[in-house]
């Protein structure tokens, strides 16, 4: 059994909402202090979307503040899209344990990671 397993990518069109779910086996999310999502497009490196933290304090990369929310529960840490751009287009990857501030999103190693679920805007 994997320990991460994402869904909820897919298709839209510029504009629309997506809602990825990260589940996880066992007890990870209560283990780690941080977790997050990261994305990587076609081409270009492996980038941090957004954290959260176990006291609930959640940071966002620029690109995606005010559109974008992390949230997370005992067994599922959430990406809720709302108005996504073309640019917006990657595989996208939960992640535990990260190994870095919590507070600063950034392409960080962790424990623990998805398998990726894509996610693809069409203008």
């Known amino acids: 059994q994997e320990p991460l397993v994402e869904s909820g990518g897919g298709s839209v069109q510029a504009g629309g909402s997506l809602r990825l779910s990260c589940a996880a086996s066992?007890?990870?999310?209560?283990?780690?202090?941080?977790l997050g999502w990261f994305r990587q497009a076609p081409g270009k490196e492996r980038e941090g979307v957004a954290n959260?933290?176990?006291?609930?304090i959640t940071s966002y990369a620029d690109s995606v503040k005010g559109r974008f929310t992390i949230s997370k529960d005992n067994a599922n840490l959430y990406l809720q899209m709302n108005s996504l751009k073309p640019e917006d287009t990657a595989m996208y990857y939960c992640a535990a344990g990260l190994r870095g501030n919590c507070r600063v999103v950034g392409n960080y190693g962790a424990n623990y990671w998805g398998q990726g679920t894509q996610v693809t805007v069409s203008s």
């Open positions: 959260i933290n176990s006291g609930g």
């Open positions: 066992g007890y990870i999310y209560s283990i780690y202090y941080c």
